[in-house]
Each structure stands twice: as C-alpha cells, then as structure tokens.
C-alpha cells in the first residue's frame, strides 16, 4: 500500500514560481520501486497528467502545456517528491495530485493523495 500527502499549494501571481511536495508512506515495497507522477484538475474539467518520473529517477515526461516550464524531481532518502513550477500561469490553476505506482508511469487510476490548490491570479 502506499499513501501521499501533497504540500505546498497556494495562491500566487502570474509569473511567479511554486514548489509543490509530496511525502510518500510506501508498505511491503520500498519507495524506490515506484514510480511518480504529478496530475491536476481544474474545476469542471477531466483531471490531466501533467509530470511523472521513473523508478530510476532517470526518465522524466512531461505534458506539453508544462515542458519547459514545470520540473518534477525525487529524493529517495525523504520518500519524496516535488514540482518545481516555475512561470505560471492562469491555466495552471488546478488541485494538483501525487501518484505512485509499481507498475510503471503512474495514471489517473494510480494511488494518490487527496491534493493541494494552485491558484495562480493575473
């Protein structure tokens, strides 16, 4: 079983960077065996991937709304992981989700946490 808790949400201005975290409760599996990722939903629309890295820490995807902009990063030693958002904007307003999986890329069906609110104003 594995159990996230998000930290880190608030509200900012556009253009301003927020770090988003995530502490992992993993048992009979250690935190290095999962996969991570990051997922948002704005209101009244379907929650979308945003940000995932592998079990390795090597792999790292990213939406396309996001490259370039947002960083997703683990630190296997806190059972840890974390967003970077750096320029945002009102489209990221969203409750952000953490989730982790054994199987592979984590995806909406994956364990998570209950969230945290983004709110970026203009």
């Known amino acids: 079983q594995v159990q996230l808790v998000e930290s880190g949400g608030g509200l900012v201005q556009a253009g301003d960077s927020l770090r988003l975290s995530c502490a992992v409760t993993?048992?009979?599996?250690?935190?290095?065996?999962?996969?991570l990722g990051w997922f948002r939903q704005a209101p009244g629309k379907e929650r979308e991937f945003v940000a995932a890295?592998?079990?390795?820490?090597?792999?790292?995807n990213y939406a396309d709304s996001v490259k370039g902009r947002f960083a997703i990063s683990r630190d296997n030693a806190k059972n840890s992981v974390y967003l970077q958002m750096n320029s945002l904007k009102s489209d990221d307003t969203a409750v952000y989700f953490c989730?982790?999986?054994?199987?592979?890329?984590?995806?909406?069906?994956?364990?998570r946490g209950q969230g945290t609110q983004v709110t970026v104003s203009t």
């Open positions: 989730a982790a999986d054994v199987r592979g890329t984590p995806n909406s069906q994956s364990p």
């Open positions: 993993t048992s009979g599996r250690p935190f290095g065996s999962f996969s």
């Open positions: 890295v592998d079990y390795t820490g090597r792999r790292k």
